[in-house]
Nanobody, 115 residues
Framework: QVQLVESGGGLVQPGGSLRLSCAAS????????MSWYRQAPGKERELVAF???????NYADSVKGRFTISRDNAKSTAYLQMNGLKPEDTAVYYC?????????WGLGTQVTVSS
C-alpha cells in the first residue's frame, strides 16, 4: 500500500525558511519520480518542483533560487527546503509520487508565511 506522509509545515515570517519532508512507503522509492505541489486558497494546485530517480531536478519559475528539492533513498524520504519565503508561498503543500503509471498524493501540510 502506497503511503506518502508530509511533515514540516507551519507558520513562518517573510524571509524565513522551512524544510518539508515526505516519508514514503509501499513502493520502490529510489526508482520513482517525486514531486511537490501546492494549492493556495481559491487557486488550482500547481507543481512546485520534481526530482527524478537520477536526482535531476526541475522547478517552477516562482521558486527557482529559493527552494531546493532533494531525496534520501536510504530513508525513502523526499525533502523541500524553502528559503526566502514570501506571503505568496502560503499554501497547502502536497507530496506526489509517480508510481507504476499512477499519481499518488499525500494529505498535505500547511505552510503559512505571515508577519
Amino acid at each position: 500500500q502506497v503511503q506518502l506522509v508530509e511533515s514540516g509545515g507551519g507558520l513562518v515570517q517573510p524571509g524565513g525558511s522551512l524544510r518539508l519532508s515526505c516519508a514514503a512507503s509501499g513502493f520502490t522509492f529510489s526508482s520513482s519520480v517525486m514531486s511537490w505541489y501546492r494549492q493556495a486558497p481559491g487557486k488550482e494546485r500547481e507543481l512546485v518542483a520534481f526530482i527524478r530517480a537520477t536526482s535531476t531536478t526541475n522547478y517552477a519559475d516562482s521558486v527557482k533560487g529559493r527552494f531546493t528539492i532533494s531525496r534520501d533513498n536510504a530513508k525513502s524520504t523526499a525533502y523541500l527546503q524553502m528559503n526566502g519565503l514570501k506571503p505568496e508561498d502560503t499554501a497547502v503543500y502536497y507530496c506526489n509520487g509517480w508510481i507504476g503509471g499512477q499519481f499518488y498524493w499525500g494529505l498535505g501540510t500547511q505552510v503559512t508565511v505571515s508577519s
